[in-house]
C-alpha cells in the first residue's frame, strides 16, 4: 500500500519541526572535516511545488513554513534551515518547499555522501531526476528499512540517518524500532533521527517503549504539538526521536522550539518538549 504522498503534507508544521532538527544535525556534523553518509530511507520526491493540487487542497503549508519563512525575529538556530528554503525561492515568493533529500543537498559538502530510498512509482523518478548531476549521491527505488542492513556501517564511518515513513500502516511504528536496532547493530555511533506523528498518544507510548527496551542510550526526544492530544482522527503533534544527538542540538532545540510554537501556534494550545527518553 502506496497511497501517502508527502506533496499533501509538505511545508507544514511537522516538516518545519523535522527539517530544523535534520538541518542543525548535518550543520554538527560539519565542524569536522571528515565526510560523512547522509542516509534518508524514507526519501520523498524531493521537491514540493506550493501552487499544486495537493498542496492547495490541505493548505497545510500556510500553518507551517508560510508563517516563519520571513520572520525578522527568527532565532538562529533557523539560519541552515532557512538558507535551504530560501535556495528554491529566490525573488520573495515561496513557491517550493525542499524535502529532506534537498535540503541534505543544499547543506551537504564536496566529500560527503547522500544515499536515498524512496518506494512510490511517482515520487521516485521525481526523486532521481532531482538528483542526475549530483556526484555525491545515490537514489534507489528500495525498501528503506532493508537500507538499515545494507548500507551501515558507512564506509567514512560518520553517518546520519533519517527514518521518515509515512506510518500508513500500523506495523511501522514496530518497523522502525527494529529497523534502528538493525542499524545501531552495525553502526552504533551513527546519528539517528525518527519522525514520528501524534495521532494516537498510545502508539507512540508502546513505540517509545519498545525502543528503550532496545537498551540503545543516548536517545533525546523532540516534540511541537499544535493540539492537545485527543482521541479523534487527525495529527495533534509530532516529533522526532534522536539516537547519539550532537552535544547540542538538546539546548537548540530547548531554545527554538517555544519560539517556533508561538509562531505556529499563536492560539498558544498544545506543548513543547526536549527530554532525554535515555541519557547517557
Ligand atoms: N523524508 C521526506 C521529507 O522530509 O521531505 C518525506 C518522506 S514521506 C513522510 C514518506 C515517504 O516514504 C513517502 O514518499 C513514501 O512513498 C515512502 N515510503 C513508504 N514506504 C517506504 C519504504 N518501505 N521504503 C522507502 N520509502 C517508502
Known sequence: MLSYRHSFHAGNHADVVKH???????????????????????????????????????????????????RDDMPAELEAYMSAVNAYNKGGYLKYYPGSPLIARHLLREQDQLHMTELHPTDYPLLRHEFLKDERSKVLRADGYQQLKSQLPPQSRRGFILIDPPYELKTDYQAVVQGIQEGYKRFATGVYALWYPVVLRQQIKRMVKELEETGIRRILQIELAVQPDSDRRGMTASGMIVINPPWKLEQQMSTVLPWLHRVLVPEGIGHTKVSWITPE
Do not use: C, M, N
Open 20 to 70: 530544523t532538527v535534520q538541518s542543525l544535525i548535518i550543520e554538527a556534523l560539519k565542524e569536522k572535516d571528515k565526510p560523512f553518509l547522509y542516509l534518508d530511507t524514507h526519501a520523498g520526491a524531493g521537491r514540493y511545488f506550493l501552487g499544486s493540487e495537493h498542496a492547495e487542497k490541505t493548505g497545510e503549508y500556510l500553518d507551517g513554513i508560510a508563517r516563519i519563512w520571513q
